[in-house]
């Protein structure tokens, strides 16, 4: 298996957070991550030179999200991902289940449909094509819970528990393809559940906590099927360089409990954001009841009092 160039043939000290966080760039998420805050940075300008806001949250959770990003492949993070089944879980959890749901809060989508200007009649610029695509019948079927659950299942138990894993950590192509499709994965899974963005499937409150608790609990059946294994499962990490001074099985013990505790922490997350949403969504649902009420003359409370007064004479 040839790792060259990858971190896989570096004799690696033994692992400690400090050597870990020094940066060592993966070129293609740097240039990914520039181009996301680039991206975002220029929408935002173009809103506030004509005088709209875009609220600071939202650019403090995009800014996190791609810097969570950067910090699993943009630093020796990444090396050791490649001969370490704990450092490599570390770069899964983050990247599949922390950055989506920063990215989605910062509401880059919205940003971007606000930002785009609006093509002229009978045209199609890059906003409405923006729009045909969150319309399309493809995202309705990828991000319907049918079609989001079991993708996000089979990232863990199809790939790790079959030798598809083994295969795409033997070249740096495969294992960007890999990084890029849990970033995906959890794009898709989240995004409907408590992404600001507008979206085709976007269900109830009590349904989107459903698919919630659908989906989490297989996170931490596969980490202790990690930490409960009696030997190495992964043949990528059976054998790691003499450098590190580690067991491959105490390792995937790592990478297992790892694996588990990353099923509560974006669990607590999701739910947070979930209830700040539901609450602000019941705000505006009565402040527009009070304005109707305000136009109407408060008409619907007065044809319940009717009614009510017309049920106690009917009961003398």
């Not at 760039?25 to 806001?53: H, K």
């Not at 499709?181 to 349904?207: K, N, Q, S, T």
């Not at 659908?214 to 931490?220: E, I, L, T």
Request: aromatic share 12%; hydrophobic share 50%; glycine share 10%.
């Amino acid at each position: 298996m040839d790792h060259s160039g990858h971190g896989m043939n570096m004799d690696l000290p033994p692992f400690t957070l400090g050597r870990g966080l020094p940066f060592s760039a993966d070129p293609f998420f740097l240039i990914g991550c520039v181009l996301a805050l680039g991206l975002y940075g220029y929408g935002v300008l173009r809103l506030r030179r004509r005088g709209d806001s875009w609220p600071v949250g939202r650019m403090v959770f995009f800014v996190i999200g791609v810097l969570t990003i950067a910090l699993v492949m943009c630093t020796k993070l990444n090396d050791y991902g490649m001969v370490m089944f704990s450092v490599h879980m570390v770069q899964h959890m983050v990247i599949s289940m922390l950055s989506p749901i920063l990215l989605l809060l910062g509401a880059p989508v919205t940003l971007a449909l606000r930002a785009l200007p609006v093509a002229g009649r009978g045209r199609k610029g890059p906003r409405e094509l923006l729009l045909m695509l969150l319309h399309s019948r493809y995202m309705k079927i990828i991000t319907h819970p049918v079609f989001t659950i079991p993708l996000f299942i089979a990232s863990l138990y199809a790939l790790y528990f079959t030798p598809l894993f083994d295969f795409l950590m033997g070249s740096k192509t495969g294992h960007l393809a890999m990084m890029v499709h849990f970033l995906a994965v959890g794009l898709v899974f989240f995004w409907p559940i408590m992404g600001v963005d507008p979206g085709p499937h976007r269900p109830g409150y009590v349904m989107r906590v459903l698919e919630l608790f659908a989906g989490m609990p297989f996170h931490a059946f596969f980490g202790i099927a990690l930490m409960m294994a009696t030997s190495p499962m992964v043949e990528t990490y059976k054998h790691p360089p003499a450098s590190l001074g580690i067991d491959a099985l105490s390792d995937q013990n790592w990478a297992g409990g790892i694996a588990w505790a990353f099923s509560e922490i974006p669990s607590v997350l999701v739910l947070i954001a979930l209830v700040f949403q539901w609450y602000r969504s019941e705000q505006r649902t009565a402040r527009r009841a009070d304005r109707a009420a305000d136009r109407d003359g408060d008409q619907e409370l007065k044809a319940y009092n009717a009614y009510l007064a017309s049920l106690q004479a009917r009961g003398q």
